[in-house]
């Protein structure tokens, strides 16, 4: 099973962290959504402290596991909040339905398949991180994650928590990413309400389109990971959302 915590009370809210994170992540926001939700984190296989259980890994089985944490803990709905890579797994366990999900968090994420282009780039990063090692590849790729002004000690925050991920394991989600699905029909014809938090300066995917209705967006002045770049208003929105 992943490893994970579960804090407070209230409305269940589960957070899926992205590619090169961990829990911890989540740790600006932590405090203050556990004041007012029940809420588990989790590390996915190969991240954290979460070690790989089988060899490949697609969005779905990422979302078997994030699910059987909930039926360990008795949970029977919540909302997903998905950052990056963990929004392509929320949109998987939405598709088909792994667990009963009330709300969709998408966080920095996207509802498109990967281009031919960005599979050839993820599989380069496949090969290279064997070559180079773990810190060596997360140095030269985590400046990406962030808008211009970032503060180099949340750069640093960050770089310390994809260290701990193995080689395998990133590996693997770069795998993973490679063949997710396109889903943005899902997103255009769920009755599942959705939040899509956007950053201004995201240089990692491009903002999520649709006439959905449901479909709610905000915006940070931020980069990839606005949790961590803006936390006041990640939390904001994610509290006007949930209530």
Excluded: C
């Excluded at 989540?26 to 984190?41: A, C, G, H, P």
């Excluded at 991240?47 to 699910?67: M, P």
């Excluded at 998408?106 to 773990?134: H, M, W």
């Excluded at 990413?177 to 889903?183: I, V």
Aim: aromatic fraction near 8%; proline fraction near 3%.
């Amino acid at each position: 099973m992943l490893h994970y915590t579960r804090k407070g009370k209230g409305e269940t809210l589960v957070l899926v962290h992205g590619f090169l994170g961990a829990m911890e992540i989540f740790d600006d926001i932590y405090e203050s959504l556990t004041n007012q939700f029940d809420v588990i984190t989790v590390d996915l296989p190969g991240h954290g402290l979460s070690k790989l259980e089988k060899s490949s890994y697609s969005v779905y089985d990422y979302a078997k596991a994030v699910a059987d944490v909930l039926q360990h803990e008795g949970i029977t709905e919540a909302t997903w909040l998905g950052h990056s890579l963990g929004g392509y797994i929320v949109l998987a366990a939405l598709e088909e339905k792994i667990a009963p999900i009330k709300r969709v968090i998408l966080a920095y994420s996207s509802d498109l398949s990967d281009t031919e282009e960005q599979k050839e780039k993820r599989t380069k990063q496949q090969q290279q991180i064997p070559e180079i090692g773990v810190k060596s590849f997360v140095n030269q790729l985590i400046g990406a994650f962030f808008s211009d002004n970032a503060k180099e000690e949340t750069i640093d925050f960050a770089k310390k928590i994809a260290y701990r991920a193995s080689e395998a394991g990133l590996i693997t989600a770069l795998e993973a990413m490679k063949h997710r699905p396109n889903q943005h029909h899902l997103v255009e014809e769920t009755t599942t309400p959705i939040l899509v938090i956007e950053g201004s300066n995201d240089k990692i995917v491009k903002p999520i389109e649709t006439k959905n209705p449901i479909v709610q967006k905000m915006n940070t002045k931020t980069g990839h990971l606005g949790m961590l770049e803006d936390s006041e208003a990640f939390i904001k929105a994610v509290h006007q959302f949930m209530s």
